[in-house]
Every structure is written in C-alpha cells, then in structure tokens.
C-alpha cells in the first residue's frame, strides 16, 4: 500500500534533548513537507523540501532543522533551541506540478518532560 | 500573501441536520482551495479541492463546497449529518506556483449530537 509512515507514533523528551522524527513516503512524490499542530492554531508550516537535497524554511523553522538525502524520506530534527516542542507533528507530500493535494501521514505527538 | 479564516472554532449540529461550516479566505493570485478533515490523533484526510474548473465541487463522504470569488468564500456543507461526520475540519489555500505548502485555517471541531 502506498502512503506515508510516521515514526514514532509518540515521543517523550527531556528538556534540552535533540529528538528526530521520522517522515518515510513512497508515494514517488517530489515535495515533501512539515508541520506543526498545537490546539486551536491549525497547522504551521515547519520546513518544505520540493527536490532532493533542497529545502525551505516555513514559517516557524526557528529550533528545527531537516535534511532531504532521499525523495522519500524527510526527517524532522527538534533541537535544544526550540523553546515550546510539545506538538503534534504532521508529515505531509505531494507531487510538485499542477493543483495538487498534499497526503498526510499519522502524526508523531512529541511531548517534552 | 494568503490567510484563510475559519468562522467558529465549535459547531454544534443535530444528526439528520445541514452541516455548515464557514472558510473564507485572502490570496493575491487565484487560489486553489482544500477541506480537510482530522480524527482525533490522526493524520489530515482530503474531503475536497477547487482548482478553477467548476465553482461546485463534491466531496467524500457528501460533502460538498462552493467557491464564491465575490464573498472570499469556500463553505463546506453535507446536507444531513451523521454521528461519523464529528471530527475537525480544515480550510487551506495554496498558490499555483512558488510556495506550494498549504496555509490552512484555525481549524472547526464538529459536534453531531444523536
């Protein structure tokens, strides 16, 4: 089956920690994406990757860094720097021509103690 | 720039009742607009998308929505709603080139009382 996996489904850190989250598609989409969901805020956009080994920052990358080594994979690092970490973290992709819809993975709901 | 505003982060309906859910939304170029919607602690799931052809687009699950250019407006409706349909619902715009990330709306939790 086709889609994206999200991994792992919950996280706990301690405060100061570097955490990674793992974003694996094989959907054969180019641009991949993530975001953060907190209550009553919707969705923010953390980093976007439209090409392997290139990627933007959203609009609320400060704390963050990714990496895009391959089309399907985009791993979200959570470093020290991040002064409010405990989220809900959505995976996201789709093909990069034309009107498309992004695909969601599952989520990773990261909680720092 | 593009922004869009969900009107009521709670709605309360009846089962068999109209579903209304309200997005309007700001862009600078002619936007491509998505319903989306969330079960708790999932992923995000398209209901659907305008992308300029009808102005009336249907849905999964008898959803449908109308994009009014004059109102800013991309409303969701389901003509009779169901106990299954309570969930979180998201409006989102994109452009057609540039940045093609989603910018979504605050987000409106939907309540179906039996």
């Known amino acids: 089956d086709g889609g994206i996996t999200q991994s792992p489904k919950y996280l706990f850190r301690k405060e100061g920690q570097n955490v990674t989250l793992s974003c694996e598609q094989n959907l054969n989409h180019d641009a991949m994406y993530w975001y953060r969901q907190d209550p009553g805020q919707g969705l923010r956009l953390i980093y976007y990757s439209q090409i392997v080994n290139d990627f933007q920052k959203g609009d609320i990358a400060e704390g963050y860094s990714v990496s895009r080594e391959k089309k399907e994979s985009f791993p979200l690092t959570v470093t020290s720097a991040q002064k409010n970490p405990t989220a809900f973290y959505l995976c996201a992709s789709s093909i990069d021509r034309g009107v498309t819809e992004q695909f969601f993975g599952p989520g990773t709901r990261l909680t720092v103690l | 720039a593009q922004s869009v505003t969900q009107l009521g982060s709670h709605v309360s309906v009846s089962e068999g009742a109209l579903v209304l859910l309200r997005c309007n939304y700001s862009?600078?170029?002619?936007?491509?607009l998505f319903w989306y919607v969330q079960y708790p602690n999932q992923g995000l799931q398209l209901l659907l998308k305008y992308t300029s052809a009808a102005t009336l687009v249907k849905g999964i699950n008898g959803f449908e929505a109308e994009f009014k250019k004059s109102e800013t407006s991309f409303h969701l409706t389901k003509p009779s709603a169901h106990m299954s349909d309570a969930a979180e619902y998201f409006c989102a715009v994109s452009g057609a080139s540039g940045r093609r990330a989603l910018t979504f709306g605050s987000g409106t939790r939907l309540q179906v009382q039996p």
């Open positions: 862009s600078s170029v002619p936007p491509y």
